[in-house]
C-alpha cells in the first residue's frame, strides 16, 4: 500500500487549486471538481461552520490530514470567527516537503496569509504540539485510527477524509466508526465527502444521526454524521 500511495502526481482541479493523484489506483486526494471549493463545501460549510455554535473553542479530529488543506483552511475559518481551534491529524503516508512546496493552496487561501503556518504544520515533527497565528493549536501523529490513542468524548468534530471505501475498507466499517463515535463529545459530528451505502448503514449501526445535505460539485450528497446525547 505504501508503494502505490507515495508514487503521487500533482494535478490541477476544476477550481484552480492543486491534488495530487495516486496513477496505481487511479484515485485522486480531492474532486477533479475543485480541490478547495470541495474541503470548504465538506469540512467548513457543513462541519465546522454548523458545530461551531456556542462555544468559544473547538477540538477538531481529521482522519487523513494528507495535504493539509482541511487544517489550513479550518485555521482560516477560525480566524474569521475569532475561534480556539484545537486541530489533531492523523496520516499514516505523509507528503515530503518537496511534494507539499508545489501546492498553490498557501496563494489561493486568504490572499496568501496563511502560507507561514501551512508550511509549519508540515515541518512540525510527528507527536509535537504547536500553537500557529495565536488561537490555532496544531498536532498531527503518523499513526492509523486503529492505533492512536484517543481519549472518549474529546472532540467536537471529525473530518473522515480517508481514501474512498474501496482502497481503505478498514476506515469505513462498523469498527471504525465505533471508535470515532466514542472519541466525540455528545452532539459532536462527523462529516464526510461519502455517501455510500454502506457508509450509512456503518454510521447507523454505531448510533449516529445521519443527515446527507447536498454534496459539492459533481456529487449528489454527503453525510454529516451526529452522535446523540
Partial sequence: MA????????????????????????????????AISESRHVFIKNGLAQQAEGLKEYHILEVGFGTGLNA????EYGKKKALRLNYLGLEPYPFTLDEVKRLNYPKLVSGGIFSDVF??????PFGKIAEFSKGFTFSKWQIGLD???????????VYHDAFAPQFQPELWDEEAFYRLYSVLKPGGRLVTYSSKGSVKRALTACGFALKHPAGPTGKREMTVAVKNF
Avoid at 72 to 75: D, M, V
Avoid at 119 to 124: A, G, P, R, S
Fill in 72 to 75: 489550513l483552511l479550518s485555521l
Fill in 119 to 124: 508550511m509549519q504544520m508540515h515541518e512540525l
Fill in 147 to 157: 492505533l492512536a490513542p484517543l481519549a472518549s468524548s474529546s472532540f467536537h468534530l
Fill in 3 to 34: 508503494k502505490e500511495i507515495h508514487n503521487r502526481k500533482i494535478k490541477v482541479t476544476a477550481d484552480g487549486s492543486h491534488t495530487f493523484v495516486l496513477p496505481d489506483w487511479k484515485e485522486h486526494y480531492h474532486s477533479v471538481n475543485g
